[in-house]
């Protein structure tokens, strides 16, 4: 059998489709989860979550029309129950306000607990991806015997916004921002030791 030879042909469309592709993401925008973690505190347990947040040009002109953007990230742990419908057994969900304020050409981040200021568009976005130490809320008691489902999600919440964007939001997958909806199976650390639960989508 003859040694298969690649011309300069398939090379340029490798790169050409690789082109494409890159473009179309940044075209998109994207939210992708990196990694997650769960760690066992004094008081209970934490979770951390590492993301990557892309903008669209849509978005960023958004932006730059003093439309404020709402970005959640959403945690949940379940307990299957083969005798009933399944239980929510704790959560997290945080939602931070993206805005941009055109006379101090600064990017304003704020959640329920502080506010922050940066000059750049990617520094805002790399304090949004990151979810550190956030207290998991609890809602029925917790074992670290036991199986757990835990789902994860990102998006950007279309629901804060005002209604003419919201409608325009209908008929345009710009402002469809979202990760992938990750689904797992668990075991709770234990707090009697220092063990963190990690997850790498």
């Not at 207290?135 to 670290?144: A, C, I, N």
């Not at 036991?146 to 345009?172: C, I, N």
């Not at 909806?181 to 668990?186: F, V």
Request: net charge positive; aromatic share 14%.
């Amino acid at each position: 059998m003859k040694p298969t030879h690649l011309t300069p042909l398939f090379f340029t469309c490798l790169f050409i489709t690789i082109l494409l592709y890159s473009s179309h993401a940044v075209a998109n925008g994207s939210i992708q989860v990196r990694s997650f973690k769960l760690e066992a505190v004094e008081n209970g347990y934490s979770v951390s979550v590492d993301s990557e947040i892309e903008l669209n040009p849509t978005l960023e002109q958004a932006l730059k029309k003093s439309v404020t953007l709402y970005f959640v990230a959403k945690f949940t742990l379940v307990e299957p129950r083969w005798y009933w419908f399944n239980h929510e057994v704790a959560r997290i969900k945080t939602r931070v306000g993206l805005r941009y304020y055109t006379l101090t050409r600064q990017y304003h981040l704020s959640d329920r607990t502080s506010s922050k200021y940066f000059f750049t568009l990617k520094e805002a976005l790399q304090a949004i991806q990151k979810v550190y130490n956030e207290p998991l809320r609890v809602k029925s008691e917790l074992s670290d015997t036991k199986d757990y489902h835990a789902e994860l999600r990102l998006w950007l919440d279309l629901t804060r916004m005002p209604k003419p964007f919201q409608v325009e939001a209908l008929g345009s997958s710009a402002w469809n921002l979202t990760s992938e909806r990750l689904q797992w199976r668990m075991k709770l650390p234990s707090p009697e030791y220092p063990f963190q639960f990690s997850y790498h989508p």
